[in-house]
């Protein structure tokens, strides 16, 4: 069974640039969530989509945004790059209706902005 | 809302020697935990979970931790290290029922020296 893929693997932006960063979970995983991980902050909670609608979300600006596909793929997009937005972002999926199982992840997306 | 402590930022053993990472939770009833473990540049790799039941849990890669509810802590422990077990190491707490926002620790991160 492939496991969660993400891409691009790297990516290089602009400040005041948009990115969509792609997310296909486990197949049969219904529930995606997002993480950004920096080294000052941690690991930090973005959002979460089941079934197309999304269920929770982190305290992150309208800069970050997200959605579902019905296979389940993920985007999430960032608009108006800042610097601080430079980090690795990790996609999660489950085959839960809650968070409340195991979540495998990808490898995430290493974004810098310039 | 729930939290973790990681307390140790590095910590560093020898090859052979026995390990344990230590993790504190905040929450007001059983949570659901996790320890996650990541190599560099790549995704978080489940560990071990609690959930219910026997408070001392066996994990992968020969990890297990035990759940101490007068202490609200969840050690993770190793009895013999192996170099390739150097990585970031994260504990992660989720409240029960429903959706919820998972917390992750700050991680440990663990050197294994030769």
């Known amino acids: 069974k492939a496991g969660v893929t993400q891409t691009p693997r790297y990516l290089i932006k602009t400040r005041g640039q948009q990115v969509t960063l792609s997310c296909s979970p486990i197949?049969?995983?219904?529930?995606v969530s997002w993480y950004q991980q920096t080294p000052g902050q941690g690991l930090q909670f973005l959002f979460e989509?089941?079934?197309?609608?999304?269920?929770n979300k982190g305290n992150f600006p309208g800069r970050f945004s997200g959605r579902q596909f019905s296979n389940s793929r993920s985007e999430m997009n960032v608009s108006t790059l800042e610097l601080g937005d430079s980090a690795l972002y990790l996609c999660?999926?489950?085959?839960?209706?809650?968070?409340?199982?195991?979540?495998?992840f990808g490898q995430g997306t290493r974004l810098t902005v310039v | 809302a729930q939290s973790v402590t990681q307390p140790d930022i590095h910590i560093t053993v020898s090859e052979g020697a026995s390990l344990e990472l230590r993790c504190n939770y905040s929450?007001?009833?059983?949570?659901?935990l996790f320890w996650y473990v990541q190599s560099p540049g790549q995704g978080l790799q489940l560990l071990l979970k609690?959930?219910?039941?026997?408070?001392l849990v066996q994990g992968i890669k020969g990890f297990e931790a035990e759940f101490k509810r007068s202490q609200s802590s969840f050690n993770l422990r190793k009895p013999s290290v192996h170099w390739s077990d150097a990585a970031e190491y994260f504990c992660?707490?989720?409240?029960?029922?429903?959706?919820?926002?998972?917390?992750f620790g700050r991680g440990t991160s663990l050197i294994v020296h030769p």
């Open positions: 992660a707490v989720g409240a029960r029922g429903g959706s919820y926002i998972p917390t």
């Open positions: 989509y089941f079934s197309e609608t999304q269920r």
């Open positions: 999660a999926s489950s085959p839960s209706h809650t968070l409340n199982t195991e979540a495998f």
């Open positions: 609690y959930f219910s039941g026997d408070t």
């Open positions: 929450y007001g009833a059983t949570p659901y």
């Open positions: 197949s049969g995983h219904r529930s």
